[in-house]
């Protein structure tokens, strides 16, 4: 009964916002997961990947962790889940644990990075890789293999044209190498 409430709610909060929801779409997200029976998990889904867009623009960065988690948890549950739509959940929830400061936003963006790879994505390959960094190099005194790994993966994609992601690419890279004495 109360899943059937949250879903009329959030059906009517949709009838009220009429394809714009603005300011409510973490209000529309919640009742869509409160709701979400294995027949509309896409919806909820969709709806905590912008609820976890909004806050991240507003630089609410723990609001954004539970919203991406909310819809990596329901994409669990749907019966055939997507790899790309997991890979971009997967870039947006390390994205928000870094801006939130949560050290799981590195590994969280290598298995990005690894799933991208995999998955052939050019573009969330080097989003993962790019997103990995905090202006300084992973851990001092060493050279943060994985981190490594991804950057030369994401350079490999992009090519030896100079774009500016690239450029970025190379600069992070030279400061994760510092440590290595080459």
């Given amino acids: ?45 969709e709806y ?48 928000a644990q870094r801006q939130a400061g949560d050290a799981a936003h590195r590994e969280t963006l290598l298995d990005a990075a690894n799933l991208a790879a995999r998955l052939g994505d050019r573009g969330a390959l080097v989003r993962a890789a790019l997103t990995n960094y905090r202006g300084w190099h992973s851990i001092p005194g060493k050279v943060d293999v994985e981190r490594v790994e991804a950057l030369e993966a994401a350079l490999a994609e992009v090519g030896p044209g100079k774009t500016p992601e690239r450029a970025r690419l190379l600069k992070q890279l030279a400061v994760e190498l510092s440590y290595s004495g080459d």
Wanted: charged fraction near 25%; proline fraction near 4%.
């Fill in 1 to 45: 009964r109360r899943e059937l409430v949250h879903r009329q709610v959030a059906e009517a909060l949709e009838a009220i916002c009429a394809g714009d929801p603005g300011p409510r779409i973490g209000e529309l997200a919640w009742h869509w997961v409160a709701a979400s029976a294995p027949t509309d998990v896409s919806k909820a889904i």
């Fill in 48 to 95: 905590c990947r912008l609820a976890g867009d909004a806050a991240l623009d507003a630089l609410a960065g723990d609001e954004a962790v539970r919203w991406y988690t909310d819809a990596l948890r329901l994409l669990d549950r749907d019966a055939n889940p997507a790899e790309g739509t997991r890979l971009q959940l997967l870039v947006c929830l390390g994205e």
